[in-house]
């Protein structure tokens, strides 16, 4: 595939119609769906939800109560010793189940949607992520290792390929790249001499601090836009501790200029983070250069984008 060919595929892909850590993050998924359900059969005893008769409100988030019924559901919600599943369906329904016996059961389902599972807007959401970003405490540089059987040598070079999994096409993966150490331990890659390769890595986890920053222009709700900057490891561990997993790729790539879109999706909760990125390969040539600046990527940002409705993303015509 040539590279004007991967551009459009990677924008049209992400155009289609999807088929410190906060507050939220810091809840396991089990205690998120609990907590909901909770509100739920609260609202099924007041017969209101939101301002809305209940039956009202049931209809229009198309909510189905699948078995059982509200009281039980909620005895088996605050039972400790009931089984509780969920399964994802399409990445766009949860059905859960709470289990006792085969007398005592319920089944609810519902849209996977973080606004109405959490109880909040979207618009609130973006309005409070810089702040929640500059809270993430990150760790201390971490090793990672890798067992070698995991990993396959990049033609002749001395790169190896950790495999990860894609979103909407091949080239949007989580791929990760590791340099052999000894014939025993190999590390991640950071080198100028693979810049694409050593950003992969920067953005799919937080072990390596490199001293780069990442300038957002965040476009959010009602055509309002924000801009902030923050160290990109900061970033990369507000993501990963919020449950999402990192998808990168590379739209273009010159002597001095690389543009990439990174996608931050969160499956649990049904929401992407999604971005252009752009940068000068020559930052990757040190991890601090000698005058003490922080290096920088730009990158414009769409957070909070519903997996279940992804209409647009990124605009050809993007501002520079």
């Known amino acids: 595939m040539n590279v004007v060919v991967r551009i459009n595929a990677i ?28 509100r ?3 609202g099924a005893e007041r017969d209101e939800m939101d301002g809305k008769p209940f039956r009202t409100f049931m209809k ?5 109560l699948l078995e059982g019924n ?24 949860y059905a859960v189940r709470f289990f006792r016996d085969s007398l005592h059961s319920a089944a609810l389902s519902y849209p996977a949607s973080y606004e109405l599972i959490l109880d909040i807007k979207s618009f609130e959401m973006e309005d409070r992520l ?21 990993l396959e040598q990049m033609g002749n070079s001395p790169v190896y390929i950790l495999s990860g999994t894609t979103y909407l096409l091949p080239e ?4 990760r790249y590791y340099v052999k150490v000894d014939d025993a331990t190999f590390s991640l890659l950071y080198s100028e001499d693979f810049p694409i390769e050593t950003m992969a ?32 490891r900061q970033w990369i561990t507000f993501c990963l501790n919020e449950g999402c997993s990192p998808y990168f790729g590379l739209i273009s790539l010159d002597t001095s200029l690389a543009t990439c879109v990174l996608v931050m999706k969160n499956e649990t909760l049904g929401y992407i983070h999604a971005m252009k990125m752009t940068f000068d390969p020559a930052i990757i040539s040190t991890q601090s250069d000698k005058a003490g600046n922080r290096r920088m990527i730009r990158a414009r940002l769409n957070s909070y984008i519903p997996i279940y409705n992804v209409k647009s993303i990124f605009q050809e015509d993007d501002e520079k």
């Open 130 to 150: 810089s702040d929640a970003v500059r809270r993430t405490i990150v760790p201390k540089e971490t090793p990672f290792q890798v067992a070698h059987e995991l």
């Open 201 to 232: 890595n920067l953005v799919t986890g937080n072990e390596i601090e490199s001293g780069i920053d990442i300038n957002f222009k965040m476009v959010k709700y009602n055509y309002r836009t924000e801009e902030f900057t923050v160290p990109l």
């Open 40 to 42: 739920l059969t609260v």
């Open 70 to 93: 509200f009281t039980l559901l909620k005895e088996l919600c605050y039972d400790t010793t009931a089984v509780m599943s969920i399964d994802l369906m399409d990445g766009k329904r």
């Open 11 to 38: 924008i049209l892909c992400l155009l289609l119609l999807g088929g410190g850590r906060d507050a939220y993050a810091q809840r396991t998924i089990d205690e998120v769906h609990r907590q909901f359900i909770k």
């Open 172 to 175: 949007l993966n989580n791929n």
């Open 60 to 64: 229009e988030e198309k909510i189905a």
